[in-house]
DNA sequence: AACTATACCTGCAAGC
DNA sequence: TGCTTGCAGGTATAGT
């Protein structure tokens, strides 16, 4: 479900109403997500400490705590985080939920339990837990030069090296296809055979897509919903994801749908080359 | 080493 | 109607 821009509508949307609160008290399912929930770390170090800050990293949120711990969460494919009033009737798949100050209650849903919950300690922190992940895509060190340098020699589709998060962060199935086609360039593309106006290109469509996907909201296809319960409006902005065989917004040409890597790919077989 | 397939889950729509 | 099949926004791991 959700890439960098939902992650990051989540967050915008949680800043607000969650910074400086104290944690009360948690509830926790039984059910195992990803990975079992971690209880009893979660209860020593979120329960009664403050929420200081809330930021993002790839497509994990981070709510840093005045303790000094962090907590993280990820949404895999349809984790939701809501907040709502407390004591509010609770639905099917919810999974965890942290009771706070002033009587609201940030709940964390997941159908298909792709999703995950971390805790870490400060000492823990000494060792940065996202040192594999690769430069965020909104930032300066996301460039041209460094995707060139990355790519080269590799035979990879230049669609799947952008979904790996060791080359750059938060760019998932939805955007890569959006990315590509904004770009003009054909996802089966070998990496090492773009030059480096094509990665410019790439950088630049980049950044406009997943800041224009920010600033609608998100996209929901399904079930993405903001903390606020409501869905994003990107989706009627997309060019190519989801509308196989269906004219091409820019030269009418239907759009194709492959796999790759086990994904749908869609593109413009005119407009990207 | 580089790349792809698979596994993890539930729910939904389409086809028979 | 009811069954089966395929597909879905992520990512770690196994396999070639």
Redesign the pocket.
């Known amino acids: 479900?959700?890439?960098l821009p939902?992650v990051e509508v989540i967050r915008r949307g949680l800043v607000p109403h969650l910074t400086g609160r104290t944690v009360l008290n948690m509830a926790i399912s039984s059910q195992?997500l990803?990975r079992p929930l971690p209880a009893g770390r979660l209860r020593e170090w979120v329960v009664g400490a403050r929420i200081a800050a809330i930021e993002r990293r790839?497509?994990y949120l981070l709510f840093r705590m005045d303790n000094g711990a962090l907590l993280v969460f990820?949404l895999?494919?349809t984790g939701k985080l809501t907040l709502v009033q407390s004591g509010g009737p609770s639905r099917?798949?919810d999974h965890f939920s942290l009771l706070l100050a002033g009587d609201r209650e940030l709940r964390f849903n997941d159908?298909?339990?792709?999703g995950f919950i971390e805790i870490y300690s400060p000492d823990e922190l000494h060792q940065d837990p996202f040192a594999n992940l690769g430069p965020e895509p909104l930032q300066e060190e996301f460039s041209a030069s460094y995707l060139f340098h990355r790519a080269r020699?590799?035979?990879?589709?230049v669609k799947?090296f952008l979904?790996d998060?060791r080359i750059v962060v938060g760019i998932?199935?939805?955007y890569a296809s959006e990315i590509l086609f904004a770009a003009g360039i054909k996802p089966t593309t070998q990496?090492?055979e773009l030059d480096g106006s094509q990665w410019q290109r790439i950088v630049i469509a980049g950044r406009a897509v997943l800041e224009k996907a920010i600033a609608c909201g998100?996209?929901?296809?399904?079930?993405?919903v903001n903390e606020s319960g409501h869905g994003g409006n990107f989706q009627n902005h997309l060019q190519v994801y989801g509308r196989a065989g269906r004219p091409c917004f820019v030269c009418q040409t239907p759009v194709s749908r492959i796999v790759?890597?086990?994904?749908?790919t869609y593109f413009c077989p005119r407009c990207q080359k």
Do not use: V, W, Y
Request: aromatic fraction near 4%; glycine fraction near 12%; proline fraction near 5%.
């Open positions: 479900m959700p890439e939902e195992k990803r790839a497509k990820h895999g494919m099917k798949h159908t298909r339990r792709f020699k590799r035979k990879q589709p799947c979904m998060n998932g199935n939805i990496s090492g998100g996209t929901t296809i399904a079930d993405f790759l890597a086990g994904r749908a």
